[in-house]
């Protein structure tokens, strides 16, 4: 078995803590996530899915239970030192690219790796060899606002790889694309994943592209009701 990047146990998150409308959003999530991975996280809107991927994430903490990532608990970490754990080891795709205007795809991937300290030769270097995967060498001077929705999200992936982290988080990459663009998103995931070996936890609304992944977890009012692999189908 690979290594463990996400080891989670028991995590509970509840809003409004002692106020009469105290919610309580994820009723005790225990999962793990190995190196090499691709899952899916796949819920219904309110299901918990998004919570849980902002733990996932470090952009917010559990109420309780434990969290691991890379073997560090996150909740041990200041916000100074969680802000280098989401630039280091976590890469972010997100459903509407949050891509800088005004500065061009290069510029874009290369922040990332501004942030954590790399030299500017290493950067372009990186930068372009991203680029080169995700199919947007031609494109690596157009800005955001001269670029289509797929190629937005080219460019957003290729950021979100540019410090090589444990894993990329992709938030419903598809949604704000046409069926024929998000196919080829999901193309890419996979040939990110096959041929560079990249772990990736993908959250969805959809099941058909929950499918596609070597393992489906689904959450339902903030629990995990099943959790299937390839090979097998177990169901909480």
Known sequence: MNK??????????????GKLNELQILNGIS???HEGEFVSIVGQSGSGKSTLMNIIGALDRPTKGTYLLNGVDISTLDDTELSHIRNKEIGFVFQTFNLISRTN??????MPMMYAGISRKQRLERTMELLEIVGMTERAYHQPNELSGGQKQRVAIARAMANKPSILLADEPTGAL?????????DLFHKLHQEEGTTIVLITHSPELAEETQRM???SDGSIIADTGVNDSAVF
């Open 4 to 17: 463990t990047i996400i080891s989670m146990r028991n995590i509970i998150k509840r809003y409004y803590i």
């Open 31 to 33: 999962l793990d996530v």
């Open 105 to 110: 795809a290069i510029k874009n991937v290369e």
């Open 178 to 186: 046409d069926t024929k663009t998000g196919r080829m998103i999901m």
């Open 217 to 219: 977890i689904t959450i």
